[in-house]
């Protein structure tokens, strides 16, 4: 009877330990995409000075977004999405609260803060709508 209680104490510490590992997997990956090269991708799409970067989870992948003002229209800013593990071009939609960059706002991906959530506008779409 007690080595049977010592099995199961044994057994349950075990999966308790498997479930943390996975746990801390999650919230501590590594990208296998560098961000300057994911930040080279976003420029590659949208010509200009980029105002924020971050490395954030969205939905059931990781991305680095990228807050940038083209240069023909300085006033405005896009949020560029870059895929953290294929390097691909996620979307490019208008960056509804960009930072000012002349105020020298800028997001880092070497903080150990997380990311605060941010809203963006849809991806633009090239259909009309009714047809």
Do not use: C, N
């Not at 999966?15 to 560098?34: E, K, M, T």
């Not at 590659?44 to 939905?59: H, I, K, L, N, P």
């Not at 593990?85 to 609260?97: H, N, Q």
């Amino acid at each position: 009877m007690g080595t049977q209680r010592v099995v199961l104490v044994a057994l349950t510490v075990a999966v308790a330990w498997v479930g943390l590992v996975l746990a801390l997997r999650r919230s501590l990956h590594a990208p296998d995409i560098p961000d300057d090269q994911a930040r080279t991708t976003a420029l590659s799409r949208v010509q200009g000075t980029v105002a924020d970067e971050r490395y954030v989870r969205e939905g059931d992948r990781w991305v680095y977004t990228f807050d940038i003002r083209p240069r023909d229209e300085p006033e405005r800013a896009l949020r560029v999405t870059v895929d953290a593990d294929r390097g691909v071009l996620v979307s490019v939609a208008p960056a509804l609260d960009a930072p000012d960059d002349r105020l020298g706002a800028r997001g880092s991906f070497g903080s150990k803060a997380p990311a605060s959530p941010r809203r963006s506008a849809p991806a633009l779409s090239l259909e009309r709508a009714g047809t």
